[in-house]
């Protein structure tokens, strides 16, 4: 691929197949134990997250533009007065 050159929808589709066959090794690869319960959970919210990217393209859903607020009204509560406790204190 040249510089300015788009990727298609299906050599975006085999990267993320790459990407996930590396996730499901790295998984299998790293023992079950106390020390790597962290790993293991970033590895399986990584590979949830690409099987989302990846439904995402295959059926070209498009972004809804309100997504972002929500997602920033609930993790910083942005559209709450900026304390994230408005609907606490009634300001819904």
């Given at each position: 691929?040249?510089?300015?050159?788009?990727?298609?929808?299906?050599?975006i589709?085999?990267?993320?197949e790459?990407i996930?066959s590396?996730?499901?090794?790295a998984?299998?690869t790293?023992?079950?134990?106390?020390?790597?319960s962290?790993?293991?959970?970033?590895?399986?919210?990584?590979?949830?997250?690409?099987?989302?990217l990846r439904h995402?393209i295959?059926?070209?859903?498009?972004?809804?533009?309100?997504?972002?607020?929500?997602?920033?009204?609930?993790?910083?509560?942005m559209l709450?007065?900026?304390?994230?406790?408005?609907r606490?204190k009634g300001?819904?």
């Amino acid at each position: 691929m040249t510089k300015g050159e788009n990727m298609t929808k299906i050599e975006i589709l085999n990267y993320l197949e790459l990407i996930e066959s590396e996730l499901t090794d790295a998984y299998n690869t790293a023992p079950d134990t106390s020390e790597n319960s962290d790993t293991l959970y970033y590895i399986d919210t990584a590979q949830d997250l690409l099987n989302e990217l990846r439904h995402n393209i295959e059926n070209n859903v498009e972004k809804d533009p309100r997504g972002e607020y929500e997602f920033n009204e609930a993790m910083n509560g942005m559209l709450l007065g900026g304390d994230g406790e408005g609907r606490l204190k009634g300001n819904n």
